[in-house]
């Protein structure tokens, strides 16, 4: 061996062990640029979705600018965070005499197997993620074993053929004068040569082809992959945006009560996602403001097939197995509702409703106070409570509780079902000709409900317009064949005309609908007394008793 060769072997022997570590202050430029691009990415579909629901472009604008800056807040401190961890657990580079391992756990890389090593700039990588100075990638390319030849060669040839791997280094985790001293210092190593460009190919003539292989093939990965997250981010963001653009459009149809214009804008949401849960409850809602139950049923249902816990899509069934009479399974909505949501007040009040359509008005104005207890200005809270107290007879105190919500907050007064509330209590009070006009004031303003028939229904029997009275009766009816109220209507309507016969038909129709209420089943018991049926009246009156009597059992049920 030479004295050269010596002095040469005994200066690697002496080399390192060092540790290359990324540059906090270059992760920190990495995490506020990535942030720029990042941030505008996630803002655009929700600035494109906030188009419906914002009233004039400075407002809109802002939206977006707080959005934006919310996004560019969270990424630059978590993806700093994960770069931080990324470099613990990493270790950096490790350099010693014998090659490079590119982090903790990585295979060392000797000095010998490389055979090419690369520099290329980034520009549009760095233009991307708002990188200055421009970012470079170095590329060092390792000799593998010698093994099955991928160039199809045979025999002598086939050994002959050089095998390499790429391993990519960039530039962005160091300062610019780290990755310089880096590249030169991998050049030394392992071909006794300074590069002097910052674009650079160092490569063994023994492996050109192989290296001229490797790098198309890669290249062709990466333009590859390029295209795939562009293609995928493309469509994901699109349809996000296109998703909430009309999502946020059929809230604003939905505010001005055109359901019709919001139940198109909610298929059209459902289409584009048909996994997207709110589209196909707000549709749902949409559907049931127009009175289309059975398409509201089932896309409550189809709801809850995309999310089984969406308490609203139940609440929503409840009250269409309420219309129907299928007390049991409003209740076990009602009861999954509150056990999942127990502060959310709209599943109480609704449990009150039921109560009240039961007959059991003490645990309907337990339930309505409870709530307003938390929100005092709840106007259907104030309806209900007021309602159970007129059903058990105390009219003036009905009067006066709707008197002091009105004094608290005079928009209570205007809620359509605090209003049929009120003309209840008139109609109870004796003032006919007030009531009626708020019915028919009620039944312009909105759908048409079977309550507000049967309360319109009563009012025109009391003013002696029995004809109007029957045909609001027959619509009630055509609404709910297992509703019994409009047929024990039409069978005081059938006494109020004399016609005996008739009266005794529509009771007997009644008797045998499944009866679940107490009102209808002591409303049947004075009927039959009226037509000397005392055993009958009796049977009735025992099975209002136990309803009305029934204790309740509602596991896990919390005050809100």
């Known amino acids: 061996m030479t004295e050269t060769q010596e002095a040469t072997a005994k200066a690697d022997n002496q080399f390192g062990p060092y540790q290359l570590m990324p540059n906090p202050a270059a992760m920190v430029n990495l995490a506020l640029g990535s942030a720029c691009?990042?941030?505008?990415l996630l803002s655009a579909p929700d600035a494109v979705a906030l188009i419906p629901s914002s009233p004039d472009p400075i407002t809109w604008l802002l939206r977006v600018a707080g959005m934006w800056l919310s996004a560019f807040i969270l990424w630059s401190f978590s993806f700093l965070g994960l770069l931080h961890l990324v470099k613990v657990l990493g270790s950096g580079i490790l350099l010693d005499s014998q090659g490079v391992r590119l982090w903790r756990f990585g295979k060392r890389i000797c000095w010998s197997d490389i055979k090419a090593v690369?520099?290329?700039?980034?520009?549009?990588?760095s233009r991307m993620f708002c990188l200055k100075p421009v970012a470079s990638r170095l590329t060092i390319y390792e000799q593998k074993p010698a093994g099955r030849n991928p160039f199809g060669g045979k025999g002598k040839e086939a050994a002959d053929t050089c095998r390499l791997a790429g391993h990519n280094i960039p530039s962005f985790q160091f300062l610019p004068d780290e990755f310089t001293c880096l590249l030169a210092h991998i050049s030394q190593m392992s071909f006794r040569f300074l590069p002097d460009a910052q674009d650079v190919l160092i490569a063994d003539e023994s492996c050109r082809r192989a290296l001229k292989t490797t790098f198309e093939k890669g290249r062709l990965q990466r333009l590859a992959?390029?295209?795939?997250?562009?293609?995928?981010l493309i469509s994901f963001l699109g349809r996000k945006a296109a998703l909430n653009y009309t999502f946020n459009l059929a809230n604003k149809d939905f505010r001005q009560q055109d359901y019709a214009a919001a139940a198109n804008n909610y298929q059209i949401a459902s289409a584009i996602d048909p996994f997207f849960a709110p589209a196909w409850d707000q549709l749902a809602r949409s559907e049931f403001r127009q009175g289309k139950t059975e398409e509201a049923e089932a896309h409550w249902l189809k709801a809850l097939s995309r999310k089984p816990d969406m308490v609203e899509s139940k609440l929503g069934l409840s009250n269409i197995y309420m219309q129907r009479r299928q007390f049991d399974k409003a209740r076990r909505l009602l009861e999954q509702s509150i056990r999942l949501a127990p502060r959310y007040t709209a599943a109480y009040l609704n449990l009150a409703e039921l109560n009240l359509r039961l007959g059991r008005y003490p645990?309907?104005?337990?339930l309505s106070s409870m709530v307003l207890s938390q929100s005092e200005a709840d106007p259907r809270a104030y309806g209900l409570l007021a309602q159970?107290?007129?059903?058990?007879?105390?009219?003036?105190?009905?009067?006066?509780?709707?008197?002091?919500a009105r004094e608290q907050d005079k928009k209570v007064s205007k809620f359509p079902f605090v209003r049929l509330v009120a003309g209840?209590?008139?109609l109870a009070q004796g003032r006919i000709s007030e009531a009626a006009g708020i019915f028919e004031e009620l039944q312009k303003d909105t759908p048409l409900s079977g309550d507000l028939l049967l309360d319109l229904s009563r009012a025109r029997m009391a003013q002696g317009r029995l004809s109007e009275a029957q045909e609001l009766l027959a619509a009630a009816s055509a609404g709910n064949r297992r509703d019994p109220v409009p047929v024990l209507l039409n069978c005081q309507l059938a006494l109020m005309q004399n016609d005996q016969s008739r009266a005794k038909e529509l009771l007997a129709s009644a008797a045998a609908l499944d009866l679940q209420d107490a009102p209808s089943l002591r409303s049947c018991a004075r009927l039959f007394s009226r037509f000397k049926e005392d055993s009958r009246a009796k049977t009735f009156e025992a099975k209002a008793f136990e309803i009305e009597q029934a204790v309740e059992q509602n596991p896990g049920l919390q005050e809100p």
Do not use: Y
């Open 424 to 426: 209840e209590i008139l």
């Open 225 to 232: 992959l390029s295209l795939l997250i562009a293609v995928s």
């Open 363 to 366: 645990e309907a104005i337990k």
């Open 118 to 125: 690369a520099v290329e700039r980034q520009p549009m990588f």
């Open 388 to 404: 159970a107290i007129l059903k058990l007879g105390d009219v003036n105190q009905a009067a006066m509780l709707l008197e002091e």
């Open 37 to 40: 691009t990042i941030a505008t």
